[in-house]
């Protein structure tokens, strides 16, 4: 049997791996001091389209110089364009293999392998969802048509304000964005499988003083349905005591059941949290491996917003710089 042909090889002083504003600001910045980047955008990495969450939602209102909103695949087409526009080169393909022992770092996907001088990892976190009727995408769905995992990003929308809302969850996130989306609907409904929760006390005490949360203790979605126009218009309930069916007309249903960094395929080479959220040097994107930086929501648990994501690729960029300029890999210039 013929051994496999060696994977193609290229060299590089940056190499990214993410599709996101954290690792398109990245390239951006690293492109522009003619540091050469290649870029990993991924093929359906981890269920998501390359452009991670933002491809996932439909008007982004909060992203700065888009003052009508910008719909989410659009906004991510940008970053690319303008990666593209500095010559950062842009390959399709998920990295299956990575390692941070040797120098130069060897990141490998399917179609070939590179050589980097340092590494910046931007693969993001996934927004945990529930599966029952009506949950997903396309037909019969009603994902980003009333159901979201991101009060922040989405809870402002017309589609929701004055309406009844529901959260599921029951942790600090549930709290607080059902305390968030009372700014904007006229009746928020906590749903939780047990009969306490998990939250903080101060988290739990400011929604139980919250006079428009209610919370439905036992409690579980067993489907979504619809209205004429395709959008959400309740949920059926079940009763985890009883098993009792009722009906609760909602207009939006928010997931706050937590979320998953795409960091599995590190292999535990970089130090992270319980939850496998990358660790980094406050106020860097230093990891603790020396030129290997980590950006966006792969290391951030609290913001996880496409605007402090941006910031955090920044950050990377010209940390990545910095440690070459220091160890005299590679002369990059910035401006």
């Known amino acids: 049997m013929d051994a496999p042909l060696p994977l193609p090889q290229l060299q590089t002083p940056v190499c990214i791996i993410g599709s996101g504003p954290a690792a398109h600001t990245a390239a951006i910045y690293t492109s ?4 050469q980047p290649i870029l990993f955008e991924g093929w359906m990495a981890n269920g998501v389209a390359a452009g991670g969450q ?11 110089g888009f003052p009508q909103g910008i719909m989410g695949g659009e906004l ?10 500095f010559g950062t080169r842009i390959f399709t393909e998920t990295v299956d293999k990575i390692d941070l022992s040797k120098r130069p770092f060897e990141i490998s996907s399917e179609e070939r392998k590179v050589l ?13 969802r529930l599966d029952f009727k009506g949950s997903g995408e396309g037909s019969g769905g009603f994902w980003n048509r009333g159901i979201s995992a991101c009060a922040v990003c989405d809870g402002a929308a017309p589609l929701f304000r004055n309406k009844p809302l529901a959260v599921i ?13 009372t700014k904007y609907g006229s009746k928020v409904y906590i749903i939780h499988r047990r009969d306490e ?5 101060i988290m739990q005490k400011r929604a139980f003083d919250n006079p428009k949360i209610e919370v439905l203790w036992n409690t579980t979605v067993v489907e979504a349905v ?30 706050a059941i937590g979320h998953e960094p795409a960091s599995k395929f590190l292999g535990g080479q970089l130090d992270t949290d319980k939850e496998g959220y990358i660790l980094t ?4 994107t230093k990891t603790n491996i020396p030129g290997v930086f980590a950006a966006g929501d792969v290391q951030d648990k609290k913001y996880r917003q496409a605007v402090t994501a941006a910031g955090t690729g920044c950050m990377a960029a010209l940390d990545a710089e910095h440690f070459l300029q220091e160890y005299g890999v590679q002369q990059g210039k910035s401006d």
């Open 281 to 284: 040097t406050p106020g860097t």
């Open 197 to 201: 929760f998990r939250a903080s006390k």
């Open 54 to 64: 933002l491809t996932t939602t439909t008007d982004v209102e909060n992203f700065p």
């Open 226 to 255: 619809g209205n004429e126009s395709g959008s959400l218009a309740g949920l059926k309930l079940k009763n985890t005591v009883t098993n009792a069916l009722t009906d609760l007309q909602v207009s939006g249903l928010f997931f």
């Open 169 to 181: 969850g029951g942790g600090d996130s549930a709290m607080e964005e059902a305390s968030f989306l």
């Open 76 to 85: 991510t087409e940008k970053f690319r364009e303008q990666s593209l526009r």
């Open 116 to 128: 980097a001088e340092t590494v910046i990892i931007a693969t993001g976190a996934i927004a945990k």
């Open 32 to 35: 522009r001091a003619e540091l």
